[in-house]
């Protein structure tokens, strides 16, 4: 699929095991392409990171961006799975729990993802025909 501005684009902790396998279930899912990706780490993403006003070295939450709206935290996963096939978007009933209470289960888990999950010593390396979906390399 071509790339088009309103295409998803999730920016990750390209290091992180969690984000990984989140990052690999979506490509998984998203039958028709259209999720592009890009880790914190990368330039694009430290562009990102700054542009919002947030420290280079904030990993501890993904950002997704849809054209000019930026989501943050429990919204990245909610605007993520609203945006997949099949039965992904019924999870977005979710969106029902107050933000104060998702956000705060969010950072619970990003706190603690390397030791719950572990980490990496470098981002993926996608394979050759994957590699159109990610932005950073």
């Not at 950002?63 to 919204?75: E, N």
Request: charged share 25%; proline share 5%.
């Amino acid at each position: 699929m071509e790339n088009n501005p309103l295409n998803p684009i999730l920016f990750f902790d390209g290091v992180c095991n969690f984000c990984d396998s989140s990052v690999q279930f979506i490509i998984r899912q998203d039958k028709k392409g259209v999720f592009r990706f890009a880790s914190l780490q990368s330039e694009m993403g430290q562009t990102k990171l700054k542009g919002l006003g947030l420290s280079p070295d904030n990993y501890h939450t993904a950002l997704l961006a849809v054209g000019d709206r930026i989501y943050q935290k429990s919204d990245v996963g909610l605007e993520t799975v609203r945006r997949l096939g099949t039965l992904w978007p019924l999870l977005y009933v979710l969106k029902l729990i107050p933000r104060p209470i998702r956000d705060y289960v969010y950072d619970m888990v990003a706190k603690n993802r390397y030791r719950w999950f572990g980490r990496k010593e470098a981002c993926l390396i996608p394979s050759a025909d994957l590699r159109k979906r990610f932005l950073d390399l």
